[in-house]
């Protein structure tokens, strides 16, 4: 189902893989329902800004370093980079098209 | 981004997947009226933010919250109901067809069924909305794997926060409950429940005033003021969970729909609305029951009262054909 666009980030490779163009990442785990719900939308994001977006899933479980890092308390919360820097923060459900707004934002 | 407006029409249209929107959704699909569901952006509601759902008739062990949605929603489906993803922008209740906005996209609709649901209300400091996803949080079964053998408060009396207050119990080291007043609201099992948990305690009689700390865009105390007394003091939590109650989600239908004093959408006949031809079921109209199973019941409701509302206009509209023939 999951988008083979959508790339999965962890504690070792994040700083580096951010680092360059816009990146989107999803923070999430596998018991967290609502993550289930913004899963499909970010997949769809991943397909439809292919070539100018990197979009990319950090498991939270696995990952405890990168979400301590960013002083994340919540999820789903989607972070978005721009050349190493975060320029957006998205905390808990958000709709498609607004997402789409702030990532065109950053294009 | 494209700006062209997209029309789609519908016999129904239903806002809002909760167990009113996906009930309605079924009864209407079964009806053959091909109903189109938003949504919205807490899909699936509430009971996706549960654990163990214990009082939905039929399951006599319980089913998790959100199991039973991904089931109401396959069950919708499998009798030709449609379900997009969307939140509804703007609505046009003053002539029917009713039009239902998505962003750019139009939904024309002969009847309209609205179970847009309660969301989690907020404390009202300003504060806290901005220390969202930072420590403060209205969802212990998002983010409560984010205080594991840390200190938090719950703030709420009713079975909301004794909830959440359980769950919290296994990951934090201390739960402190906040309460405005000396007793709970809260069902007598789930108050059994929280204070038999060794790690709960109760603090009474005091509100939270403010949350800190936004200069570090962490939470680190709360300052409370005793109802009683007006004496303020802190805890120092690194979570605070909100579980004060719910509030209808009506903002869309301010001056098309009556409400009540509350903001709830106001029925009657049923789950009629004060405009005919729209419906309203589950929590966005009930301040009274608000249970997963009096929203399903609403929800058959509202598809009925719509299919009978629709096929009475058709019969209508085929008499005065009649009678101009005549």
Redesign the interface.
């Known amino acids: 189902m999951a988008s083979e666009k959508v790339k999965t980030f962890t504690d070792a490779n994040f700083t580096d893989e951010v680092k360059n163009g816009v990146v989107l990442v999803d923070f999430w785990a596998t018991w967290c329902a609502p993550c289930r719900r913004i899963a499909p939308i970010v997949d769809q994001l991943a397909d439809e800004f292919n070539g100018k977006l990197t979009v990319a899933k950090v498991d939270i479980d696995e990952n405890p370093m990168t979400p301590s890092k960013f002083m994340v308390r919540g999820i789903p919360t989607l972070l978005l980079f721009k050349d190493g820097d975060l320029k957006e923060t998205i905390v808990g459900l958000e709709t498609k098209d607004r997402l789409t707004q702030l990532i065109a934002k950053h294009l | 981004?494209s700006t062209a407006v997209r029309t789609i029409e519908r016999q129904v249209v239903i806002i809002g997947s909760g167990p009113a929107g996906l009930t309605a959704a079924l009864y209407a699909a079964r009806a053959n009226l091909k109903p189109l569901v938003i949504e919205g952006?807490?899909?699936?509601g509430q009971l996706?933010?549960t654990t163990m759902v214990e009082n939905w008739p039929g399951y006599r062990d319980g089913i998790m919250?959100?199991d039973l949605m991904t089931e109401l929603r396959a069950q919708a489906e499998r009798f030709g109901a449609e379900i997009i993803?969307?939140?509804v922008t703007s609505v046009d209740l003053s002539n029917r067809p009713f039009v239902v906005s998505?962003?750019n996209t139009k939904y024309v609709a002969q009847a309209l069924i609205v179970a847009t649901g309660a969301s989690a209300k907020w404390l009202d400091l300003g504060v806290d909305k901005k220390l969202?996803?930072?420590?403060v949080?209205t969802?212990a079964?998002?983010?409560g794997?984010?205080?594991k053998g840390l200190p938090v408060a719950v703030i709420g009396g009713g079975d909301t926060a004794m909830e959440e207050a359980i769950y919290l119990a296994k990951l934090a080291t201390q739960v402190t409950v906040i309460h405005r007043r000396d007793s709970l609201r809260a069902s007598k099992v789930m108050q059994d429940k929280a204070m038999s948990m060794p790690n709960i305690d109760f603090l009474w009689n005091k509100e939270v005033v403010d949350i800190n700390d936004l200069e570090q865009?962490?939470v680190t105390s709360l300052v409370l003021r005793d109802t009683q007394t007006g004496a303020q003091s802190e805890l120092a939590v690194d979570?605070v969970f909100i579980g004060i109650g719910h509030v209808p989600n009506t903002a869309l239908f301010e001056g098309q729909l009556a409400l009540h004093d509350n903001g709830y959408l106001k029925t009657h006949d049923g789950s009629r609305t004060s405009v005919a031809g729209v419906f309203a079921a589950g929590d966005v109209q009930d301040h009274v029951y608000r249970q997963a199973v009096t929203a399903a019941g609403s929800g058959c409701m509202a598809a009925i009262d719509a299919e009978r509302f629709l096929s009475g206009t058709l019969h209508e509209s085929a008499h005065a054909e009649l009678e101009v023939k005549r």
């Open positions: 981004m952006i807490e899909a699936g996706m933010l919250g959100p993803q969307g939140d998505v962003e969202s996803g930072r420590g949080s969802c079964t998002c983010d794997f984010f205080f865009g962490k979570g």
